[in-house]
């Protein structure tokens, strides 16, 4: 138990939640930066995670990330895109999180990582599509770059911020967490049941 409350691994689990909420905007920013990062020494992942700190992973990473962010540019494959990144994200989060905190025991860290990395990612990817869907149907589509250079930016911002100051960006996670959750709240208590039942 006290390896969860001592003062490492809370600042190694803001690290992982804010890496995690950045890949649901996109969800191989993170990865890239967390590779980067590995690779010239920033941070030591655990043996396990040796791969991340590879040429050939940040590479690869680097060509996913150039693939993922012209997608959300070209008109409605941004939705498509959006059916597999959801899943993606929430796998990504896990990984993120696991990547991060090696002085947790395996249970508690992939317990964590799933549902604290895993679930923050989930969340966040599944707000920014409510937001991709609303800007669809009152734009038919016009404002979703504008939408998808907002997102852009903020999981580089947050990635290099989680990075950098990790306390800094879990506070703004929690920010980022509470109002996703109350829009998702807003939006499903404006519909009428009606509505709700139609859907």
Not at 132 to 149: D, M, Q, W
Request: glycine residues 8%; contains cysteine.
């Amino acid at each position: 138990m006290s390896d969860i409350i001592n003062l490492d691994t809370f600042i190694e689990l803001l690290l992982g939640i804010a890496l995690s909420t950045a890949a649901g905007f996109r969800v191989f920013v993170p990865l890239l930066v967390l590779s980067a990062a590995a690779v010239v020494g920033h941070l030591d992942l655990p043996t396990n995670f040796d791969w991340i700190e590879t040429q050939n992973a940040l590479i690869v990473f680097g060509a996913a990330c150039l693939l993922e962010i012209a997608g959300y540019y070209i008109p409605w494959f941004d939705h498509l895109l959006d059916l597999v990144a959801t899943p993606a994200a929430f796998i990504a989060g896990t990984v993120l999180t696991a990547s991060v905190s090696p002085q947790l025991n395996p249970i508690i860290q992939w317990t964590l990582a799933v549902v604290a990395g895993g679930g923050t990612a989930g969340l966040t990817k599944g707000f920014m599509n409510l937001l991709r869907v609303g800007s669809s149907a009152t734009s038919g589509g016009l404002t979703n770059p504008i939408l998808a250079t907002i997102e852009l930016a903020i999981a580089a911002a947050l990635s290099i911020l989680a990075i950098t100051v990790p306390l800094i960006a879990g506070i703004l996670v929690i920010v980022v967490l509470v109002f996703a959750l109350l829009r998702i709240k807003k939006f499903f208590s404006s519909r009428s049941p009606q509505q709700i039942n139609q859907s």
